[in-house]
């Protein structure tokens, strides 16, 4: 990964004038941006925490993993404290198993108790706030955390339950219909947020 | 996938998902809550018509640990001793608003036939001598763990040699293996006398051995079938003992075989006489392995089967 350490200003506007366009696919993160997104969070995380004290960083499937290990990994070159990185996948915690055929289930890979820890979940795409919510009962069925945060790379509006993040990399303004995309050279071998148009891509919960 | 009802069904990839999906089915065993919500407000019933522990117990779980309701009915008990017909009991049962029938019959096919009459899903839990194909799965589950952790990552079978023993004629979890192993593609040698070998084997996809002793050193797997009772005043053989000298695992024969090679046993097991207590609880013994992957691997089939939309 590549945090680079020094903590970054908060961007000062938290929706950012660009104009939605209907243009077919458009950047709106590249990799520079990414990285020091992941680097303020990381700071963030510690700051709110006092600290490396009792965190668990907590991916959820596909790509909020490797951004957890990229935040441990910033949260390391900080503190020079390894934070203990998990998955929690949520499939089986869905309102939606019933409305679409039979869905792949991920992996989840509990590093330390939840019982008594701070759970930072960690994903890419904060939207409708329904996988949040099935990460949240998920997570009550692994143990008792002593609190639960949420640390998202892009929020891209339109939640259907009241859910919010607690760190967030990049408010990005979309139409309800088009689909953030997010790479990450872990599984896709580039850095890269973007937005798609509508119905090219299936519509997605995150 | 819409019913289960032969191991023949099931396309490598298919059964690379079941295997993968039962992995992480495995880990609620060790969590403080046992239960996954994915399967809330479905109903599964367990229709036996043959006596079983193992078996109808690990769907049971299996199916709780999903969150679906799970109702069992035996023949024991229940109108099917008054005389209703398999058809009559089928069509009672999904009339109640069931979504997955489990059914384990005497008679071949049973299921198959249940699968043409109702809408609910259909799993073969055993059907007479003819399959038990989530037998296989958790008996490949089970293969696969004990060689991923000598050889990491073996993703299929392919190189590996597995020796069922005992009597092929008769047994489904035999028939449902050479399927599924097959089209792992691993080897299978089938080795029993020749009276317990069944016509037109021929045709299987696998090797055949009447002597078990030239088998041993070679196999990865030796997996041992139970005799079943009624078979031994059958003729089948002379006496339990020449059964055991021939084609029990004995301690001679446990010692001969290959390093890291496994042992599974379907169960219910007779001690003594298709395997001895050396050998079933030897450390390379998977027994009870096989037992606790029964249900890891029937929560991930129930999951296949009822986890989608209809």
């Known amino acids: ?206 | 996938m819409r019913h289960l009802l032969s191991a023949a069904d099931l396309d490598r990839h298919e059964i690379g998902e079941i295997l993968d999906l039962a992995e992480e089915m495995s880990l609620v065993q060790g969590r403080p809550v046992k239960k996954l919500p994915a399967l809330r407000g479905r109903t599964v019933v367990n229709l036996f018509f043959e006596d079983s522990t193992r078996t109808r117990s690990s769907f049971e779980i299996a199916g709780k640990w999903l969150s679906a309701d799970v109702i069992n009915i035996s023949a024991k008990g229940s109108s099917v001793s008054k005389g209703e017909s398999l058809r009559d009991t089928v069509l009672t049962v999904a009339a109640m608003g069931v979504d997955a029938l489990v059914i384990r019959h005497h008679a071949s096919g049973a299921p198959w036939q249940a699968s043409r009459w109702i809408d609910a899903h259909v799993l073969n839990a055993g059907d007479g001598t003819h399959e038990h194909p989530t037998q296989a799965l958790l008996d490949a589950f089970t293969i696969r763990r004990h060689f991923r952790n000598s050889v990491p990552d073996v993703s299929n079978f392919e190189g590996k040699t597995v020796a069922i023993v005992g009597d092929i004629t008769h047994s489904r979890v035999a028939r449902s293996n050479v399927l599924l192993l097959n089209t792992l593609g691993a080897q299978v040698i089938l080795i029993a006398p020749p009276t317990l070998l069944p016509s037109g084997i021929d045709s299987w996809p696998v090797l055949v051995c009447t002597d078990f002793d030239q088998v041993v050193p070679h196999a990865d797997v030796v997996m041992m079938l139970r005799v079943q009772r009624e078979r031994m005043s059958g003729g089948y053989f002379p006496t339990p003992r020449e059964y055991t000298i021939g084609y029990g695992l004995t301690r001679p024969r446990l010692e001969a075989m290959k390093p890291g090679a496994a042992i599974c046993h379907p169960g219910p097991m007779n001690r003594g006489l298709e395997i001895s207590a050396d050998a079933a609880d030897a450390a390379n013994s998977l027994i009870l392995d096989q037992v606790a992957a029964g249900v890891s691997v029937r929560m991930s089939v129930l999951y296949e089967l009822l986890g989608g939309a209809e």
């Open chain 1, 1 to 206: 990964m590549s945090g680079t350490g020094a903590p970054q200003a908060r961007r000062d506007d938290p929706w950012p004038g660009a104009a939605v366009s209907s243009e077919p696919s458009r950047v709106v993160m590249e990799a520079d941006q990414i990285a020091r997104a992941c680097a303020r969070i990381a700071h963030q995380i510690l700051e709110a925490n006092r600290g490396a004290e009792g965190l668990v960083l907590m991916g959820i499937p596909t790509r909020g993993v490797p951004l957890a290990h990229r935040l441990a990994t910033a949260m390391d070159q900080v503190e020079g404290v390894r934070v203990p990185v998990g998955a929690i996948d949520v499939t089986m915690y869905r309102d939606d198993l019933r409305r679409q055929p039979t869905r792949a289930v991920g992996h989840t890979d509990l590093p330390v108790e939840v019982e008594g820890s701070t759970v930072v979940l960690v994903d890419d795409v904060l939207y409708s706030g329904r996988t949040v919510r099935a990460a949240l009962d998920a997570l009550g069925d692994l143990g008792r955390p002593r609190a639960v945060r949420l640390a998202v790379l892009v929020d891209r509006g339109h939640r259907e339950l009241p859910i919010r993040a607690d760190h967030i990399g990049s408010y990005i303004p979309t139409r309800a219909g088009e689909h953030v995309s997010v790479r990450l050279t872990e599984l896709d071998g580039i850095d890269q947020v973007s937005i798609e148009p509508a119905s090219d891509a299936p519509p997605r919960e995150a």
